[in-house]
């Protein structure tokens, strides 16, 4: 992706915003538990957690404990806890919800773009095309940065942007796995035959340009993030060390804003409990270290790291002791420029349930808090955008950053 464009240099020392992606829809209702509602219990006999266990954020919800390690992220402030966040009309496919959450609602379908992607219309132009035999730009940072095999729709835009994607990380020594297509001798090879050929079409042209500061690019960042020089033990597991290589970038100065990491297998349809309580702890273990780290580098103050995931789990648990496809789920943000605390209100369970009788979904109801007020205050409190340009219609914003 970074061969797509070049874009203007982001300037150093901004803000940088930290997207987690928790993918297969995460179970929210044991994520933060309304262990203060009886019906809880009653409908998860074999998966609720008990009280006593739970890391308490007020009288009514508490934390999974294997969150714990959130704990003094907690206690500094640091840690916000949005409940019941999610869209009306929610929609159960993971393919479909996912595209809402990141094209930023049903509605924006229609522009095709991510809310970053607009965001970075907005804010970052694109330079003027290259002019033929131009050397490589003097500027090699991507505006946003990927891990994974596919491109978010976060990032789609408009215009073309220098969004850097890579593949996958090698855990046994923190580094990434190489880039199939630009190492690869063939593929390689006949786009060097292609940039040596005489320039005449703007397109080649423009490729001579780009590719070139892709290999600097690449080479910049293997660079940097196989010699981390980490402020903090991570965890061995890929989602930490994908975090580990962020902070290594930001703190060697990258002008990169957005970066975009996930861990999956959230899609807990039967054998949940011991299986949830696992991603929970990778999850919390590898967001604590990261968070470590920058303090330890001095840029705790300019990251932001905000989870999210398509839908939450159905209240009541299924027969695999699992639970199903549901609508709304906390999110969670966390940075030395939060403002921790419980943001929103836990969805309310029906106070009688027959035994065995699966309850109605909790709905999208004055209760629920919509995932574009999060983005908005986001756009808004930190990114220094103005929400207004990436929304239809402006949504309001939360407490969190203010």
């Given at each position: 992706q970074s061969a797509m464009a070049a874009t203007p240099a982001p300037e150093k020392d901004r803000t940088v915003l930290v997207l987690v992606q928790l993918a297969g829809g995460n179970d929210g209702l044991n994520t933060v538990v309304p262990f203060a509602q009886d019906t809880y219990y009653k409908i998860r006999p074999t998966l609720g957690i008990k009280a006593e266990n739970l890391l308490k954020l007020n009288d009514s919800v508490g934390l999974h404990p294997s969150l714990a390690p959130l704990r003094p992220m907690m206690d500094a402030g640091n840690l916000a806890t949005v409940q019941n966040v999610g869209y009306p009309n929610p929609n159960r496919s993971h393919f479909t919800s996912m595209n809402i959450w990141e094209y930023g609602g049903p509605e924006e379908f229609k522009k095709h773009t991510g809310w970053i992607g607009r965001w970075f219309d907005a804010e970052c132009p694109p330079e003027a095309a290259p002019k033929p035999g131009s050397p490589p730009s003097a500027h090699t940072d991507p505006i946003g940065f990927?891990?994974?095999?596919?491109?978010?729709?976060?990032?789609?835009?408009?215009?073309?942007?220098?969004?850097?994607?890579?593949?996958?990380?090698?855990t046994r020594d923190g580094t990434f796995a190489k880039r199939d297509q630009l190492n690869d001798p063939g593929t390689a090879g006949n786009l060097r035959t292609l940039?040596?050929?005489?320039?005449?079409?703007?397109?080649?042209?423009?490729?001579?340009?780009?590719y070139p500061d892709a290999l600097v690019t690449e080479e910049k960042i293997n660079k940097l993030i196989a010699n981390p020089n980490s402020g903090a033990t991570y965890p061995g597991n890929d989602f930490a060390q994908q975090l580990r290589a962020i902070a290594a970038l930001v703190g060697a100065g990258l002008?990169?804003?957005?970066?975009?990491?996930?861990?999956?297998?959230?899609?807990?349809?039967?054998?949940?409990?011991?299986?949830?309580?696992?991603?929970?702890?990778?999850?919390?273990?590898?967001?604590?270290?990261?968070?470590?780290?920058?303090?330890?580098?001095?840029?705790?103050?300019?990251?932001?790291?905000?989870?999210?995931?398509?839908?939450?789990?159905?209240?009541?648990?299924?027969a695999s002791q699992g639970t199903d496809h549901g609508t709304m789920a906390p999110l969670f943000v966390c940075g030395a420029g939060v403002k921790g605390g419980v943001y929103g209100q836990s969805p309310l369970l029906p106070k009688k349930v027959k035994k065995g009788q699966p309850i109605d979904d909790h709905p999208f109801d004055e209760r629920a808090t919509d995932f574009r007020k999060v983005y908005a205050t986001i756009l808004k409190s930190w990114l220094g955008g103005d929400p207004s340009k990436v929304f239809n219609t402006a949504p309001s914003t939360l407490g969190f950053l203010g």
């Open positions: 990927h891990v994974g095999k596919q491109l978010p729709e976060t990032f789609l835009s408009k215009q073309p942007h220098n969004v850097y994607t890579r593949l996958t990380v090698d940039l040596d050929q005489a320039v005449q079409d703007p397109q080649v042209s423009y490729l001579s340009h780009a002008s990169t804003r957005v970066y975009y990491v996930s861990l999956g297998g959230f899609d807990t349809h039967a054998g949940q409990l011991g299986r949830h309580a696992e991603l929970l702890g990778t999850l919390a273990n590898g967001l604590a270290a990261f968070q470590q780290d920058l303090a330890k580098r001095g840029l705790a103050d300019r990251v932001l790291t905000m989870t999210f995931s398509e839908f939450g789990r159905r209240p009541d648990e299924n």
